[in-house]
């Protein structure tokens, strides 16, 4: 069974620190990960997956195989990167439509 | 490029009823996926259409039920309707296929049902 676990509901840090947001998954299969994120009234949408390996808004997400996660990081946080994250499971043979998402962690960048 | 639309947008039903949720995929899009998001959980799967066929479908029993259309829009039927049901409806949709996918969401429909 696919299962996205993220330890941390909330997550508060202030602008200029450094941020991680933790995601651990438990899959049998060839997983694809992915980072979505929701702004405040604005509907969920991808902010990155690891088959791309790109780094979006500063964020980067590395994911490690033997260790079974995927956290997500940047560096030096901003005000804008309040949010609601979620990390998302699918495999990598069927379609995204079939994710399984974490419940979410949401961070507060304070001034 | 037009994004994914959902309707309505908040809906108030009492128990034992039965409820229609509309989505619009966005162009160019033929897989449509259905969630349901709880008060402080993520999405949960709930199922996929693709050519107009149900392709996958999550832990939910069969008082919900979907439909696609040749236009690749989606209805998520619930019949019955239990008080655990209120919740955030999201519709999603993908250009189908294997692999890279990204899901493309909708801004929600909200069940509450009293």
């Known amino acids: 069974a696919q299962r996205v676990t993220q330890p941390e509901k909330l997550l508060s840090v202030f602008k200029g620190a450094p941020v991680e947001l933790k995601c651990n998954y438990s899959?049998?299969?060839?997983?694809?990960l992915f980072w979505y994120v929701q702004y405040s009234r604005q509907r969920l949408q991808l902010l990155l997956r690891h088959i791309s390996r790109e780094s979006i808004k500063g964020f980067t997400a590395d994911l490690n195989k033997g260790e079974t996660s995927f956290h997500l990081k940047k560096p030096f946080a901003q005000e804008e990167d309040s949010a609601m994250y979620y990390c998302a499971l699918s495999s990598y043979n069927t379609n995204a439509g079939k994710s399984t998402f974490g419940d979410g962690t949401t961070l507060t960048v304070k001034p | 490029e037009t994004g994914v639309t959902q309707s309505p947008t908040h809906l108030i039903k009492t128990r034992g009823q039965q409820v229609t949720l509309r989505c619009s995929s966005q162009s160019g899009h033929n897989t449509v996926s259905w969630y349901q998001q709880a008060l402080g959980q993520g999405p949960q799967f709930i199922f996929q259409?693709?050519?107009?066929?149900?392709?996958g479908r999550g832990n939910f029993p069969p008082r919900f039920s979907g439909l696609q259309f040749p236009n690749y829009s989606s209805e998520l039927n619930v019949n019955a309707l239990e008080l655990d049901d209120s919740a955030l409806y999201l519709c999603a949709s993908t250009p189908g296929g294997k692999g890279t996918g990204e899901l493309f969401f909708g801004e929600g429909s909200r069940l509450t049902v009293l």
């Open positions: 259409y693709y050519r107009e066929e149900e392709n």
């Open positions: 899959y049998s299969g060839s997983p694809e």
